[in-house]
């Protein structure tokens, strides 16, 4: 059975960092896409960063350029370097996979295995 555990959340005032750690378990299947999740109260949850079994990535917009997204070699871990973060960065983050090759999407809907989540919280 998969499953994702979430780590790394805090609270950091503006411009600070956070790197948040995903760890996968029960994966058996070789070609994935993986990647980051969050959700504020009353909104949908949005894509953050994915990345795919060949190592292929998508960022939001919001975040290309700060938020750099990487596997350890083992891929057993996914790792979301938060850089330069903003209030509007504050959110419940999550990890996900969906079994799937090709250009990962970033668009929630196509994910399962949802962690429970760890808490970003950037003041300015």
């Known amino acids: 059975e998969e499953r994702t555990v979430e780590s790394g959340g805090g609270s950091v005032q503006a411009g600070g960092s956070l790197r948040l750690s995903c760890a996968v378990f029960g994966r058996n299947y070789r070609e994935y896409w993986m990647g980051w999740f969050r959700q504020v109260p009353g909104k949908e949850r949005e894509g953050v960063a994915v990345v795919n079994s060949d190592g292929r990535t998508a960022y939001a917009d919001s975040v290309k350029g700060r938020f750099p997204i990487s596997e350890d070699d083992a891929k057993k871990n996914l790792y979301l370097q938060m850089n330069d973060l903003k209030p509007a960065d504050t959110a419940m983050y999550y990890c996900?996979?969906?079994?799937?090759?090709?250009?990962?999407?970033?668009?929630?809907?196509?994910?399962?295995?949802w962690g429970q989540g760890t808490q970003v919280t950037v003041s300015s």
């Open positions: 996900a996979l969906n079994r799937a090759q090709g250009v990962p999407d970033l668009r929630a809907h196509w994910y399962d295995d």
